[in-house]
């Protein structure tokens, strides 16, 4: 693959629209996002990141932002990229564009907030690398929660605190009320990256909807 736009693209998560908020004219099939079921309510798009310059607010001073493209089958057909192919592409570009991967486990459960520094951490559900590695470091089954699009917090279904744990990060990030005194500062997000209540569980490769306990 030579196409240098093609190491631009990244996975955007997101949660399926409800059919009475969805576009009343739909766009041509050239120009629809291209979109892959992922698990429960969950899909994947893609886009091209793109970097551009923004003023500071109330000053001169310049810094470094982000906008996306979300790649139809029109992209697809200009770079040479099959649609089928864009799933592995964008999980490897995300890695590559954001190698500061860090983690912060729970001192006192099994669970363990993952964070890219800059965003799109729900697009790691794609990294299998990454998974197979993650999952060794817990027991029984991966499970996920992924409540918003910059949010990816992990344990196992051998360990009842740590999914415990997930579901109140859950809460947390969906919680309509402002910060509770001792809240997690890393849950502050906002509303346009909800994605999920559901917690997921990884089990021989593929992600389904863990059920409520």
Known sequence: ?????????????????????Q????????????RDPFAGDLYVTYALELAEEQGALGSGALGPARRYEHIA?????????PPQDLRRQAAINLRN??????????????????????????????DDGFLDKLAQDVE???????????VFVASGTGHPDGVDRLRWAVGQVWSEEQPA???????????????TRDLLVRRNGAWEVLAAA
Do not use: Q
Not at 23 to 34: G, V
């Open 1 to 21: 693959m030579t196409e240098p736009r093609a190491s631009l693209i990244v996975p955007l998560m997101k949660a399926r629209v409800p059919a009475e908020v």
């Open 23 to 34: 576009l009343e004219f739909p766009l041509p099939p050239a120009e629809e996002p291209i």
């Open 73 to 81: 089958r029109r992209h697809c057909d200009e770079m040479d990229i």
């Open 97 to 126: 564009r954001r190698p500061d991967l860090t983690y912060s486990w729970y001192p006192d459960v099994r669970a363990v907030t993952v964070s890219l520094g800059e965003g799109l951490e729900s697009g790691l559900l794609l």
């Open 140 to 150: 029984g089954d991966l499970v996920v929660a992924a409540p918003a699009r910059d």
């Open 181 to 195: 005194e001792g809240s997690d500062p890393s849950f502050d997000v906002s509303a346009g990256n909800l994605l």
